[in-house]
């Protein structure tokens, strides 16, 4: 791991030094910034974010983490005792750092697996469609005559086939919180 300081990060962060930081950090298995300022902690974010080109997740606690979590992909506030700007600023509200585990592994699991899901199934019900209108026009000679009203496709989309979607979207599990908990790499095969 790397540990390193406010005042040696604020060296670290001018354009002559950037690239062999982040060549560095690649080789770490964590990187820890102490005494950082909230501009250092937003710069190295944006940093990560436009050189490496990589998803990042910022996890603050105070008021001075604000600007990190607000440049960050994903922000976890924890709330705790230096109050609860964090926590307004983040997608994501924790009550303690132990639970960032359960967080990203099962819940980030679960929705990962019901988005693509979703999308699928979104996609094979416009397919469908699509379909039926094209082989209409075989029907009607090419003509371009409409076999369908308007409101009969609102309702094919907002009654006929929302429910499964909705339905799958909120109740799907498909591996059990104490499995994700147990083997992490199911994190990285939903991705």
């Not at 060549?23 to 937003?42: D, G, I, M, N, Y």
């Not at 609860?84 to 990203?104: E, G, N, P, T, W």
């Not at 989309?157 to 499995?179: C, H, M, Q, R, W």
């Amino acid at each position: 791991g790397l540990v390193i300081d406010g005042r040696t990060l604020e060296h670290v962060l001018h354009d002559s030094l950037q690239n062999v930081f982040l060549e560095l950090t690649q080789k770490c298995r964590a990187v820890v910034c102490c005494q950082a300022t909230p501009l250092q902690k937003s710069v190295l974010v944006k940093l990560v974010r436009s050189k490496l080109k990589a998803m990042t997740l910022a996890v603050g606690d105070g008021a001075n983490d604000v600007s990190m979590i607000q440049v960050a992909d994903t922000g976890v506030g924890i709330s705790g005792q230096e109050g609860m700007q964090a926590v307004m600023a983040s997608d994501f509200a924790i009550s303690q750092f132990k639970h960032l585990r359960k967080l990203l592994l099962v819940h980030g699991h679960w929705c990962y697996t019901r988005l693509t899901n979703m999308v699928l199934y979104y996609f094979y019900k416009n397919v469908t469609y699509v379909n039926l209108l094209f082989w209409y026009q075989f029907f009607c000679g090419f003509s371009g005559t409409s076999m369908t009203d308007y409101w009969i496709l609102i309702l094919f989309n907002l009654l006929f086939t929302s429910v499964p979607p909705i339905i799958y979207g909120v109740l799907d599990k498909d591996v059990s919180a104490e499995i994700l908990m147990e083997l992490p790499q199911l994190y990285t095969m939903s991705q």
